[in-house]
């Protein structure tokens, strides 16, 4: 059987479709035509796959990212497929010959992923998904049946995103396409002319000619961390006997949950671990506190740990005590006001590059939510995967008193960057 699925690829996506490595990442300007390519990529494996019930994931940040930008290309180029079985709960597709599966799914609970075994899958926008999504879930889940794997998207600073790319470019076993918007004209001169006039140097550079040097639109921290990058502040810190360890906690619900520990030497904080995980009881945690090779000895609470569980009749500080650990709430503050903390001490803190790893890329991608339509930035961070790992950094520094931070004494750490 012949069929017309009424796609005619653009000569910029070619090399791609055309790509023989089991690996890609492609860098694409906006409205390059990216998300189309990497669908009709999906369909023509799942159309071929002589495979036992082949299953290919398109994965966005979000599954209503999924859904707005992804489902009605899915939908528009498989409705020549006599027999096509459509779910749009699900967003899937099933091909009667061989009944191959395209599913579509948002990162935000990459946990439903595990366990499944895929034979492709594309990662959209790569850069907005938790970097432990690809390690941890997806590449796995390609283990068993070699699948294949693209990412794309726009660059939005040097993220895991940019770490992909820089991997591809360097490992012949991975394709590699970088297209920018002055070299492929898919966005006339015209409209080219007139987003400069309205966007800012950095984020026409972003957004149009594909630069990672730019920085992350609305980001909190960006300039900050990339400074502390530069001055060698992200290097190995170790943990220090002579000094006490403070750990920040964020305490989620049904959510992540992240714990920042730190120790204050002289006017510099020493972060020497992070750790966040989800799905796990309060016991989780402590346990984990309890195993690492250091007493923590100050525990800093948002204000809801005084909250009282309905199941236990308890807070989760009277837990956390219960457990012998010595916890201090936080005042309740503004947002503003803990954002604009972090940013003014930031000079003085140090990071332990390997075990701070994930935190600091909470840091880096913390940011505000932007308004697509009315083309502004939110008053209020975005609620995402860095969102958890920012806010229990910023109950430790808002934690922590002046007088602890200032008063200290001054203890030689014997290390240098």
Known sequence: MKLNLHFIARDQFLPYLNR?????????????????????????????????????????????????????????YTAAIPGIDKSESELSVVFPHNKARIRLYGAENY?????????????????????????????PSLADRKGWATFIGTPKGRNSFYEIVLRAEADSGWYHERLRASETKLVDDEELLDARKI??????????????????????????????????????????????????????????????????????????????????????????????????????????????????????IEYLEGRQLKCEIVPLHKVDDRINAVRMGFNRFWFD???????????????AGFDDKNKVLRAVPMHDWSSHGADAFGIGIMGTSDSVKLDMPQIETGWAA
């Open 20 to 76: 023989e490595q089991r690996w890609a990442a492609v860098v694409a300007h906006r409205r390059a035509g990216k998300t189309v390519a990497c669908i009709m990529d999906l369909i023509r494996h799942a159309i071929e796959h002589q495979g036992r019930e082949p299953r290919f994931a398109y994965i966005a940040p979000t599954f209503s990212q999924a859904k707005d930008v992804a489902w009605s290309y899915l939908k528009e």
């Open 111 to 139: 946990d439903r992923i595990r366990g499944i075994y895929l034979d492709g899958a594309v990662i959209d926008e790569a850069g907005d998904i938790d970097p432990r999504a690809w390690p941890e879930v997806i590449r």
């Open 199 to 316: 966007l800012t140097p950095e984020q026409y550079a972003q957004e149009f000619e594909c630069s990672f040097d730019a920085a992350v639109i609305g980001a909190y921290y960006g300039k900050e961390v990339a400074e502390a990058e530069a001055d060698k502040r992200i290097t190995k810190v170790p943990y220090d006997k002579a000094a006490d360890v403070y750990c920040a906690w964020d305490l989620g619900i049904g959510d992540a949950m992240a714990l920042w520990f730190y120790q204050i030497i002289g006017r510099e904080w020493h972060f020497i671990n992070y750790y966040e995980n989800n799905g796990f009881g309060l016991d989780h945690y402590v346990d984990y506190v309890k195993a690492l090779p250091y007493k923590v000895h100050h525990h800093k609470l948002p204000h809801d740990a005084e909250a009282r569980e309905l199941q236990t009749g308890k807070s989760r």
């Open 353 to 367: 590059k390997d075990n701070c790893a994930h935190g600091i890329d909470c840091l880096r991608m913390y940011r």
